[in-house]
């Protein structure tokens, strides 16, 4: 939280979820869980709103279904989305429009579509870093969260 001089109220840093950190926090046999585990417990210390795209729900749950085969996995992020545990952005036609300009550029296969979404969305939001451990941000010229 960063308290403006001269002014009383605070102002908390936006960060943006993207699905492989999300997917990171729930599967604990994931490469990055410990390292999700790590950066989120930073971002909370620090007072930082994590933001999803609203894209990053079907994208994880998707994957924890099918390709890791983790429906409990899966569902744990939807009942936890019903709930309203999570900061979402919808998409707009704006950062979809400006994603898709993004992906448009993009040259490789793991470059998809979904994280032109985050990457557009952190523009939008003016976003601290991208909660992620995707090279790809960077290469944008946006900050990756770190622990």
């Not at 952005?89 to 490789?108: C, G, H, Q, V, W």
């Amino acid at each position: 939280m960063i308290i403006i001089p001269g002014e009383e109220k605070s102002v908390n840093k936006i960060v943006i979820g993207d699905a492989d950190a999300l997917i990171a926090l729930v599967l604990e046999n994931d490469p990055n869980h410990q390292k999700s585990i790590a950066v989120s417990e930073v971002l909370k210390k620090q007072g930082n709103i994590v933001i999803f795209p609203i894209t990053v729900f079907p994208e994880a749950i998707t994957s924890l279904k099918r390709a890791f085969n983790q429906p409990e996995k899966a569902h744990l992020i939807n009942k936890k989305f019903l709930a309203g545990d999570y900061n979402v952005e919808y998409l707009t036609p704006e950062i979809m429009k400006r994603a898709a300009e993004i992906f448009d550029k993009a040259n490789s296969k793991q470059n998809t579509l979904f994280d032109a979404i985050v990457a557009s969305t952190a523009e939008k939001l003016e976003a601290e870093a991208i909660f992620s451990f995707d090279n790809w941000y960077p290469k944008l010229g946006l900050k990756l969260a770190e622990a």
